[in-house]
């Protein structure tokens, strides 16, 4: 239907005449009539006027099917998330939603998905000339979202990507990172915290898992602060045997689920600062244990796990997703070739644990 046929539907669905309308409008009864037999179309002005008076969008009006608009932009989207959901492909990605958004320049959905995807596609070794031009692309679009969108989604998503990068020492923006945060709650308001005072005690539970990712995280990099070291490394060393003894405190039975992935890391820079001071057993020893969680994580690891530990007994590990094409093992060797570890290369210890790897190692589909 063209605009003057929607106009004549909207009003005698609310039982309006023609003359209350023109009345509504300050216009004379004439001009209504004309559009509705679409001998003139209203005055632009005019539309959000009209929307209010229905009770509808400007796009009703002007006939565009917003449930079919909503659902095609879903679809671009989730097409988009899939190629990097199964294979990491932000590239391909991206470039699926900038189609989109020539289709729906003005959706901020598709905004905030590139944003994300080209934030995390520049990670991946690109020159520096390249680097910059995505740094500042993906700026430009958390700015934009931020100037225009009312979607708490699209906003919180933009709000702690350019926090990341406003920290960032060649953007070096830090305040303006830190005005943004301000504005999100606290975590004390958070979506996580109310449902799981809402829904009970497996709620709280589930809280609690997550809390413990980043816990793993925070201690993960609190030893550096914007570059700085904040400790020694004997004192890095005893903060990821906290990393590690706090794991075993939650998972006693030993099944970490997806933070096993810690575990090996923990175990890895354990063996690495134990190279440096010249320490090769414990260097070996801890680099044992490192591959044998890698191996776990890609040979054995089943979202569909339910932990026996005594906290999270009878939960499903849940799925997590990893955010390289490699498998832990095949990271772990790639991690191993640096030259931190030139002290114990050759040693039968530090090979068998390489062969071990190399058996497990590849890339995931």
């Not at 997703?321 to 191993?336: G, P, Q, V």
Request: proline letters at 3%; glycine letters at 4%; hydrophobic letters at 40%.
């Amino acid at each position: 239907m063209n605009i003057g046929e929607i106009i004549k539907k909207l009003r005698r669905e609310r039982d309006m005449t023609q003359e209350q309308l023109a009345e509504y409008l300050n216009l004379t009864t004439q001009a209504v009539s004309k559009w509705e037999t679409g001998a003139s179309l209203p005055d632009i002005t005019l539309l959000p006027i009209l929307a209010n008076l229905f009770g509808v969008s400007s796009d009703v009006l002007l006939g565009i099917d917003v449930t079919a608009k909503d659902k095609r932009i879903q679809e671009i989207y989730d097409a988009a998330y899939e190629l990097y959901l199964h294979g990491f492909h932000n590239a391909e990605a991206a470039e699926v939603l900038r189609a989109g958004l020539r289709e729906f320049p003005n959706s901020h959905k598709l905004m905030s998905g590139l944003m994300t995807r080209l934030w995390m596609e520049r990670e991946n070794d690109k020159p520096e000339p390249i680097r910059n031009e995505m740094t500042q692309e993906v700026m430009r679009l958390g700015e934009k979202i931020l100037a225009e969108s009312a979607d708490d989604e699209c906003r919180q998503n933009a709000i702690q990507i350019l926090c990341f990068l406003y920290c960032e020492p060649e953007i070096g923006q830090r305040e303006k990172a830190v005005a943004l945060a301000e504005k999100m709650p606290s975590m004390w308001l958070s979506r996580d915290v109310l449902l799981a005072q809402i829904n009970g005690f497996d709620a709280r539970l589930d809280l609690l898992k997550s809390y413990i990712g980043q816990t793993l995280l925070m201690l993960n990099i609190s030893y550096v602060n914007y570059g700085a070291p904040r400790y020694t490394d004997d004192e890095v060393v005893a903060v990821k045997q906290k990393m590690l003894a706090l794991l075993d405190i939650y998972y006693e039975d030993g099944d970490y689920g997806m933070y096993r992935e810690n575990a090996a890391y923990a175990h890895f820079d354990l063996s690495r600062f134990a190279v440096a001071r010249g320490d090769y057993a414990t260097a070996s020893a801890e680099l044992k244990l490192a591959a044998e969680h890698a191996i776990k994580l890609d040979e054995e690891y089943d979202p569909e796990t339910v932990h026996t530990s005594l906290l999270f007994r009878g939960k499903k590990y849940d799925g997590v997703i990893f955010n390289s094409t490699e498998n832990h093992s095949l990271d772990m060797l790639h991690d191993m070739e640096k030259p931190a570890f030139d002290s114990i290369r050759g040693s039968a210890e530090f090979r068998e644990i390489a062969d071990e790897l190399q058996k497990h190692a590849r890339l995931r589909q």
